[in-house]
């Protein structure tokens, strides 16, 4: 009977399991995996575009299936119009390694100067003056969260959702959350740096997602396992 009882539950756990993975996948706006190029995996082909952007490993260290930026003048040109009329809610997550923890440097960012949709390397998320994983939250606002660290992998994520007028920030397992509704940003966006401002990346992205939903902590943590 035990045994019985301990399959239905393992059968019930994968079923949930597809079932919310088939759920991402209907939401998905864009997946650059950054195996040895810049295309986009969904079946919206935003391909990139990339302007100096090379490759190195990822976290699994396989070779070349990751992007590398160098925090001068590289970056990647996407054509995703990211702007709240288009998707009012928005969850961009990706793989991060940070060389440089001591200047700002953009993961993603669509920012024409109204602190629009960016995941961005702040110190201006607190008042302690460290480097932070943050994300804009328009007029001026910027929501930090913990001190980031060289040389080591971060699974990052934000959210934004204009209706409710939230963003919540996750890094690893940490979330954090600040009110804000955004205006329109540019109808593109850069991977590794801002669009107005350079702020310019020093460090390696993997497995960079774009969802048009507000992801839960269990759908970021079954992305964090694949």
Known sequence: MRLI????????ALCMAQASAKDLDSH????????????????????????????????FNEKDAAASFDGINNFIRIPVNINPRNYPQLTICAWVRLSDVEQKGVLISHDNGGFDRTLILDAR???????EWSAFCGTGEVLGSK?????????????????????ILSIDNSR?????????????????SNPGFGEFLKGDVDDLRIYSKVLSSKELKLLQKQ
């Open 5 to 12: 009882c301990r399959l239905t539950f393992i059968f019930a």
């Open 28 to 59: 998905l706006v864009a997946h650059y995996k950054f195996d040895g190029d810049f295309s986009d995996r969904s079946e919206n082909q935003f391909h990139g575009e990339n302007r100096g952007v090379t490759f190195c490993s990822d976290r």
């Open 125 to 131: 998320g607190d008042n302690n003056g460290d480097f």
């Open 147 to 167: 001190e980031a660290y060289r040389d080591r992998w971060f699974f990052v994520a934000v959210s934004y959702d204009q209706e409710k007028e939230k963003i």
């Open 176 to 192: 954090y959350y600040k009110e804000g509704k955004l205006s329109a940003g540019l109808p593109f966006c850069r991977i590794g």
